[in-house]
């Protein structure tokens, strides 16, 4: 069983900055594509950026320009790192992985941005 853990969330001024991290127990090399997903209070989950096993990056279009995804394959994790932090980001954050036709999340980790 693959598991995923985050960390990095907290309390963060508007305009500031925060990573997060997902450790991964199994290769992140052997994943299809890894996602970032948040889910505010009373609203739907949402896709928040992805990258594919080759490299490629998508962001949902209120992030782009201020939050980027990677990983760093020798320590098997994904990150996000999140720029210029808006109250609207506020959110609990989970790790999404995929490998073949069998789907992972993490726990999540919450951010809350203060205005």
């Known amino acids: 069983q693959v598991q995923l853990v985050e960390s990095g969330g907290g309390l963060v001024q508007a305009g500031g900055s925060l990573r997060l991290s997902c450790t991964a127990s199994?290769?992140?090399?052997?994943?299809?594509?890894m996602t970032w997903y948040r889910q505010a209070p009373g609203k739907r989950r949402e896709e928040v950026a992805s990258?594919?096993?080759?490299?490629?990056?998508d962001y949902v279009d209120s992030v782009k320009g201020r939050f980027y995804i990677s990983t760093n394959a020798a320590k098997n994790t994904l990150s996000l790192q999140m720029n210029s932090l808006k109250s609207e980001d506020t959110a609990v954050y989970y790790c999404?992985?995929?490998?073949?036709?069998?789907?992972?999340w993490g726990q999540g980790t919450q951010v809350t941005v203060s205005s």
């Open positions: 999404y992985a995929r490998w073949g036709p069998d789907h992972y």
């Open positions: 990258i594919k096993a080759g490299g490629a990056t």
């Open positions: 199994e290769r992140i090399l052997n994943f299809n594509w």
